[in-house]
């Protein structure tokens, strides 16, 4: 198995080769492609550079996110604000389940914010709301002081599935967003190459998803959200479907990575001991519908958060009390 | 090489087997051999079609017939699929009738293409198109309309538009649906074919066995058969090749 994953990465073309040829023409005979490098078609841009079209975009590279630094430097409204947000869904028998009800919520650039709560209390109902893939049905939702409207590469994603095209290389997965954005083929390669490095899998570019595992192929999944530069970083429940082991490397990895690009993220998760490692702040939800039943913030200073530590024990009580408290209402 | 022969084994041995025992059953003279043709009368019969030609031009021109159909039928299929699966209005219009054309066979409809299109070859390719684009149509729609909503969310948080993530999402996501549609409808092709051929042709592997049943030779029936299946597996496991490399990320 390891064997024939080694011979993928060269591209034998005896094997899927022209299967593999056809879809990259494919790609590219599209009607709507743009390949060139003036920052006016970068539909890709995140609020700040569309502000200023000449600013030149930094790559990724090791430094904090020019973006996320702007946006501590200069202090303006929160960066992601919810207002009395509710959403209630409609099933098809008629009936009305409201999952997120009257949260308030102000996140500001740079926080690395955990959403928790027990299954079913409406997290997941709250970030594809910030993401713009649900529309509130009530109350008011801001990103930068602009209300969303519809998913766009501002705010990354990454899902709970696994969400890599499966026809695409790994490679052409991170690019996408910076195709989308009418980004040039050479400026795409070293994103891609700066991307893979950061999320720590500089060899596999030319792999496929399902020669990747469970915890690579999540950590691909990261590198795509982060191609865009996105002033938000939205993660539902990434590491979940993971084994104990790799679940806690990676959120090692995504600590490191926050520290270095200095992304504000939205992180969803019903792991106590996973908000407590990685957040600066932890928000609970009470189980449905939703409401905000904590708010609380983490010193910055007492990381590396190790899980045997006193607090750490003390903060964990205290959030399965809330947890179970309200969730046994 | 070794390789090879595991698979030469695994393709031959079972066939010749076979081959084994219908010549054991057509040797113990339960049934007629007039009726039950032994393999090597097949095998004779076969020889003198061959000799005579008959063989090469019935399978060349079913061949043809076959092609031609489901060319017609699939490129219809998967545009149809497209407008069904995408555009609403056609979706409502158009698929009630094609459920309800779905359950006609292809040879209740070789009276009414004899009626429109005459003996000639149009009435054949009508019939296979028929049942091919059905087919292909409705695995396009499916496929199209069941693309996993993670990958448009994860295209629209990209930047993909509603057109680019139709060709560089939709497309490829319902490509597996789509070519499982495909392969189904070859399968199809072959299978109206004969239908289409039992009336109003002068050539092709179904006439000929019209004609054999007309004179009981019943061994060249079985070369027609024999012909058959041959001829449909081998345009299979064409389509399964190139399934295999085509959605490369589907077998994994
Ligand atoms: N499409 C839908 N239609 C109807 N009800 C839904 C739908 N999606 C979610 N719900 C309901 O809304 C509630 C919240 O769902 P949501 O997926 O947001 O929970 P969650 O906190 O993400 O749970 P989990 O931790 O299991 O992922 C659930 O009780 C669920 O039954
Ligand atoms: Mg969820």
């Not at chain 1, 519809?150 to 490679?171: A, C, I, K, N």
């Not at chain 1, 400026?187 to 990747?212: N, S, T």
């Not at chain 2, 039992?198 to 019209?210: D, P």
């Amino acid at each position: 198995m390891k064997l024939s994953l080694s011979i993928g990465k060269t591209g034998n073309l005896s094997g899927a080769g022209f299967g593999q040829l056809f879809w990259r023409l494919f790609g590219r005979l599209n009607p709507y492609r743009r390949d060139n490098d003036s920052p006016r078609h970068h539909p890709g841009m995140s609020v700040e550079d569309k502000r200023s079209e000449t600013t030149e975009r930094t790559p990724l590279h090791g430094s904090p996110d020019e973006r996320a630094a702007r946006a501590l430097a200069e202090p303006g409204g929160p960066l992601i604000e919810c207002r009395a947000l509710t959403h209630t869904y409609h099933t098809r028998l008629g009936t009305r389940i409201t999952a997120i009800a009257d949260v308030t919520l102000a996140i500001d650039a740079g926080e690395f914010v955990c959403l928790l709560g027990p299954s079913g209390c409406g997290k997941t109902t709250l970030l594809n709301m910030v993401a713009g893939f649900l529309a509130p049905t009530a109350g008011e939702l801001r990103l930068d002081g602009k209300a969303i409207h519809g998913p766009d590469p501002d705010r990354g994603v990454v899902f709970q599935d696994y969400s890599l095209f499966p026809w695409l290389t790994v490679e052409s997965n991170i690019a996408y967003g910076l195709l989308m954005a009418g980004m040039s083929a050479e400026r795409r390669k070293a994103e891609v190459g700066a991307l893979l490095d950061l999320v720590g899998l500089p060899h596999i570019g030319a792999q496929y998803p399902f020669e990747l595992s469970g915890g690579m192929k999540q950590r691909v999944a990261i590198a795509r959200a982060l191609a865009t530069h996105p002033a938000v970083l939205l993660m539902d429940e990434p590491f979940a479907a993971l084994d104990a082991m790799t679940r806690e490397s990676l959120q090692r990895q995504l600590l490191d990575i926050w520290t270095r690009t200095r992304k504000t993220i939205l992180f969803v998760t019903h792991n106590i001991s996973e908000a407590i490692f990685l957040s600066s702040r932890i928000v609970v939800l009470s189980s449905r519908p939703g409401r905000i039943v904590e708010d609380i913030r983490l010193p910055e200073d007492s990381r590396p958060r190790k899980r045997t530590s006193p607090e750490f024990n003390r903060l964990y009580e205290r959030l399965a009390q809330a947890i179970g408290v309200e969730g046994s209402e | 090489m070794n390789n090879l022969c595991i698979r030469f084994r695994d393709a031959i041995l079972p066939i010749a087997g076979i081959i084994a025992a219908w010549q054991l059953l057509a040797a113990l003279r339960i049934v007629n051999p007039v009726l039950f043709p032994s393999p090597v009368q097949v095998f004779f019969a076969a020889g003198e079609m061959i000799r005579s030609g008959v063989l090469w031009t019935d399978a060349l021109v079913s061949l043809r017939r076959a092609a031609t159909g489901f060319f017609i039928g699939a490129t219809l299929g998967v545009l149809t699929g497209l407008l069904t699966s995408r555009v609403r209005i056609f979706s409502i219009g158009l698929n009630p009738l094609f459920n309800l054309l779905r359950p006609i066979p292809a040879i209740a409809l070789v009276p009414v293409a004899v009626v429109w299109f005459g003996i000639g070859e149009q009435s054949k390719y009508f019939v296979i198109a028929y049942s091919v684009f059905l087919a292909v149509w409705l695995s396009t729609h499916h496929g199209m309309e069941h693309v996993p909503d993670i990958y448009i969310r994860a295209a629209r948080s990209l930047g993909a538009s509603r057109g680019l993530e139709f060709f560089q999402v939709v497309i490829p996501a319902s490509a597996p649906h789509i070519f499982a549609g495909l392969r189904f409808g070859a399968a199809l092709s072959f299978l109206s074919l004969v239908a289409a051929e039992l009336t109003g042709a002068s050539a092709g592997i179904g006439y000929r066995l019209e004609e054999a049943r007309q004179y009981i030779l019943v061994d060249r029936m079985f070369v027609g058969l024999v012909e058959l299946g041959v001829l449909g597996a081998t345009l299979d496991s064409i389509f399964v090749w190139i399934g295999h490399r085509l959605v490369h990320w589907e077998q994994a």
